[in-house]
């Protein structure tokens, strides 16, 4: 399902309701977000403006973690999402952003 970024639609000065002549256009249309979770790893692939193409990760079962003091980058299991500083909600969810404490398993 999409969401419309703004309402094309508005009111009159008199309280009346404007029709809008046409629908919406392409680059109007917005997408929710993707939030992905811990699973086996699931992509999907996405037609967008300018035949171009973007890849979503729906879920996630590993991360690289890199170790600044050793120089070494490790490929770890995650086994839960402990904080997420975006939002609250995400954390009850288990939501894997950019920045999040996760407990892996190496």
């Known amino acids: ?14 309280g009346g309701r404007k029709i809008a ?3 919406r256009r392409k680059f109007e249309i917005d ?6 979770v811990i699973g086996s790893n699931i992509k999907v692939t996405r037609r967008v403006r300018g035949n171009n193409n973007k ?9 690289n973690i890199s170790n600044l003091e050793e120089k070494k980058t490790t490929k770890s ?22 920045i999040n404490a996760i ?3 190496k």
Not at 31 to 36: G, H, L, Q
Not at 55 to 63: D, N, S
Request: hydrophobic share 35%; aromatic share 8%.
């Open 77 to 98: 299991k995650i086994l839960r999402v402990i904080k997420n500083t975006a939002n609250k909600d995400y954390e009850r969810r288990g939501v894997i952003g950019l």
């Open 1 to 14: 399902m999409k969401k419309s970024i703004e309402n094309l639609c508005g009111r009159k000065y008199t």
């Open 31 to 36: 997408r929710y977000p993707n939030e992905a």
């Open 21 to 23: 002549m046409r629908s």
């Open 103 to 105: 407990q892996l398993k």
């Open 55 to 63: 890849t979503a990760l729906k879920t996630v079962e590993f991360a």
